[in-house]
């Protein structure tokens, strides 16, 4: 048919998504080599960056491409079309099983160095960390992200509600965060009057200033300084806990150690050191000479002490079981395994957890497998605050009903590395007492902080291009969609103030007759959109980075019961388009049901819905109009999938994730054979609709057979592609019937 000028890049990236991938793109190219567009794939999972960092260790057959380097320049690029699935933000727990896997497979990859002496040892480190913690999405989110429930999906949703946990005006469950000593009470925030050069300094004991960082500014930017007192955090946590075990409810930690990849591991040790308090004062000699860190959650401790003596583990392990006597029960990740909440950093992610406690009636899971009322604590309270505004109003009004509750979308600031998802290269764990400072080129300081040993100190850059256009995505978002608009500024942010001052500046730049713009602190715009939506009507929520991320999981999963089926989007500022699919994670847990089971419950929708805008805006920017139709065909056919009940279920033996895109197929096909717009295009899908539906039951029953036992991908990071293949691709029937038409 066409020749190719169009290209999309679709991303191979970890876990669940990734499984998909291997069934879904076959289809997705059997459809998009119609119009003439060539999908290709970038590998930017966990295991092909660590690959990408140490080509010299491997044979030429071993090397890969650097997909994210390839990607990240991708991104300048106005004819930019990426299409990303989650990737794994990995904890050092994760990279460190990533390393093993890859090194039995035969990968001359190098250990990560945990304390690295050596200049080689630094260097793989500095290697290692450029893969740690969300080192993805910060290279690829080159524009401010978009982030809603299509209408489509919303309907679905309220006409097939998810469950709800009820709640219960006696709940105990409630949100703990610090009063004192940490990041908000100590922000600070200035902006840039004309581009230069900052210093970052400290002045310790011999009152001499040491440089930590040099940063080149940007005329407009906004810069904020802040930082967390180790000593306030520690007696926060044991407060925490000794009021849990005198009220007898559970304990559960949630933080971000993923994208705040620096400060949050370190809130995470600390936390660990003081629930096993007694274990850390009594082998913390040991432990320092073992290696075991604290931030890698208490895996490191059962981790390192392998090496030791049988007696001498059995010890620590018993003295590790004294603690739970006399501290308060603490939630599990999985409480069959005995995974605990302080197990590894990564398990227990803010923006997800707190939404899915929220769902069930305010409680987690406890060590015998029972739902309980906990105390939520985050300590940093900047954002806190929010989840015991939902907790107030949940207790107050009873849970949202799905059937009847309306939208919060989002219009998120995240350009250029936006707010604290930036910090990390700006973060320090300070090693005495003394001042962080921060001067301009004159010497001037701009901003201050006396600090301790043990303190985090972080600084956060915010771009002023980065905000206008931020402003403006508000602005076309609440006209196009004709719904009110809600900056949320906090007045009592330093940051905040800043911000407000650029937004109402270029709110000037617009036409904002007609439309409901308002600007509110925290705790006012989720009251606000909270009653909004009580009353099923419509709010877009707009919004700094990291409340970006935790509202568009905790309104997408009350309202739809995951945020996979969010559409997100993210307009680059250099004119290209980024699609995400869904606003969630790669959801481990399914890929564990895979294995055990040969059922993989992944709901792909996200990934139908990035797809289709994809097309559409690849239909618009590069004249192609059969992308366009493409893209038109998919959403009429995915909302037949919806209405159709042909999403995957939870249960092997009934259609899983494959079956799914065998419908997905299908409908499409139906589709571009029924439209009327290109007739040569409705002639070429004819028979693949009819050969497709022919087969239907038998398709059907192929790929529902395989189900029911375990699946052998040999590997978890770095499967084997061709085991894959043949896992996620069982049906001959369908593989042929596609073939038919490639060929
Ligand atoms: N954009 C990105 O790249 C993101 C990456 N991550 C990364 O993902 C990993 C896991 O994060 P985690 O916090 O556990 O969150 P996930 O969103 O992966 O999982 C939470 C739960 O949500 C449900 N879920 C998520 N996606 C789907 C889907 N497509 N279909 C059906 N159910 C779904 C599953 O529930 P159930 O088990 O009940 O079926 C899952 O267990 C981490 O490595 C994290 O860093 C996290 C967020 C975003
Ligand atoms: O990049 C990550 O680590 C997580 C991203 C995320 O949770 C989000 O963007 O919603
Ligand atoms: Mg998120």
Redesign the pocket.
């Known amino acids: 048919m066409t020749t190719k000028q169009s290209t999309i890049v679709y991303t191979l ?5 990734a499984l998909a991938t291997y069934s879904l793109l076959p289809i997705i190219r059997t459809f998009t080599d119609a119009a003439g567009i060539d999908v290709t794939l970038s590998d930017i999972s966990l295991a092909g960056r660590v690959l990408a960092a140490f080509p010299e260790r491997l044979t030429d057959e071993q090397r890969v491409a650097d997909g994210l380097a390839e990607l990240g320049e991708l991104t300048q690029d106005p004819h930019a079309n990426i299409i ?7 904890s050092v727990p ?1 990279l460190r099983a990533c390393i093993k896997e890859l090194q039995s497979q035969g990968y001359d990859v190098p250990d990560f160095p945990e304390n690295p002496k050596t200049d080689e040892d630094k260097a793989i480190r500095e290697a290692y960390t450029k893969v740690l913690g ?1 080192a ?2 910060p290279v690829l989110r080159q524009g401010n992200s978009d982030r809603r429930a299509p209408a489509a999906v919303k309907a679905f949703a309220r006409k097939y509600p998810h469950s709800m946990g009820a709640w219960n005006k006696a709940s105990r469950s409630h949100a703990d965060y610090m009063n004192g000593g940490d990041f908000f009470s100590s922000e600070q925030s200035v902006t840039m009057d004309k581009a230069q050069t900052v210093r970052i300094e400290f002045i310790g004991q011999d009152g001499k200033p040491q440089l930590k960082k040099e940063l080149a500014l940007q005329q407009g930017e906004v810069l904020d300084s802040m930082f967390m007192s180790a000593k306030a955090l520690e007696s926060f946590f044991e407060q925490t806990l000794q009021e849990c075990k005198e009220a007898g409810v559970m304990w559960s930690l949630h933080v971000k150690a ?1 994208m705040m990849k620096v400060s949050h591991p370190i809130v995470f040790g600390h936390a660990v050191k003081v629930f096993y308090k007694e274990v850390f004062d009594k082998y913390g000699k040991l432990f320092d000479e073992l290696g075991v860190n604290p931030n890698n959650g208490m895996s490191s401790v059962y981790d390192k002490i392998k090496s030791l003596p049988q007696s001498t583990q059995e010890e620590i392990e018993e003295a590790i079981h004294d603690c739970y006597e006399h501290r308060p029960e603490l939630a599990m990740v999985d409480s069959v395994k005995g995974i605990t909440n302080l197990h590894v950093p ?2 227990v ?1 803010v ?3 707190m939404p ?1 406690m929220i769902r069930n009636s305010g409680q987690m899971w406890g060590r015998d497998g029972k739902l309980k009322d906990t105390k939520a604590v985050m300590p940093e309270s900047t954002y806190a605050r929010i989840y015991q505004e939902v907790i107030n109003f949940c207790k107050t009004n009873g849970a949202f009903d799905p059937r009847t509750m309306g939208s919060v979308s989002n219009v998120g600031l995240m350009a250029m590395k936006a707010e604290e998802y930036g910090s990390h290269d700006k973060t320090f764990e300070l090693t005495e007492n003394g001042t962080m400072r921060v001067l301009n080129e004159a010497g001037e300081v701009l901003m201050q902080h006396d600090v301790e040993k043990g303190d985090i100190w972080r600084a956060c850059q915010t771009k002023d291009a980065a905000i206008r256009d931020w402003v403006k995505l508000a602005v076309n978002r609440a006209r196009n969609s004709d719904t009110p608009a809600v900056f949320w500024l906090d007045d009592e942010r330093a940051h905040d103030n800043e911000l407000r001052k650029k937004v109402e500046h270029y709110l000037q730049e617009h036409d904002l007759n007609g439309l409901s713009i308002h600007l509110m602190s925290y705790n006012e715009a989720i009251r606000f959109s909270m009653e909004r939506m009580k009353r099923g009507k419509d709010t877009i929520s707009v919004t700094g980075n990291v409340l970006r991320d935790y509202l568009t999981d905790l309104f997408p999963i009350m309202e739809l019961g ?3 089926k969010m559409l997100s989007i993210v307009p680059m500022l250099a004119g290209g388009g980024m699609y ?1 699919t ?9 890929v564990q049901q895979l294995m055990e089971e040969n059922h993989l ?6 990934e139908f819905l990035a797809l289709a805008v994809s097309l559409e805006e690849l239909g618009i920017k590069e004249g192609n109009d059969r992308a366009k139709v493409l893209a038109a065909c998919l959403d009429k056919a995915t909302e037949q999938l919806l209405d159709n009940g042909k999403s ?1 279920s ?1 249960r092997a033996g009934e259609l899983d994730n494959r079956g799914s895109h065998f419908y997905l197929a299908m409908y499409w096909a139906q589709e571009l054979a029924a439209q009327g717009d290109d007739a040569e295009l409705a002639a070429h899908f004819a028979p693949l609709a009819k050969s497709l539906a022919d087969n239907e039951d038998k398709i059907v029953s192929e790929l529902n057979a395989v189900q029911g036992n375990s699946a052998g991908v040999q590997g978890y990071y770095h499967a084997d592609p061709a085991a894959l293949e043949k896992v996620m691709r069982p049906s001959a029937t369908l593989n042929q019937t596609l073939a038919q038409l490639n060929g």
């Open positions: 990236t970890d876990e669940a998504p990303k699935l989650p990737n794994i933000s990995a994760q969300s993805v999405n993923t990564s398990d992610i923006d997800a957890s899915a995951t945020s996979a995400e869904g606003a969630g994670g790669s959801a481990p847990k399914h419950r992944w709901d792909s929708l996200g995957p939870r």
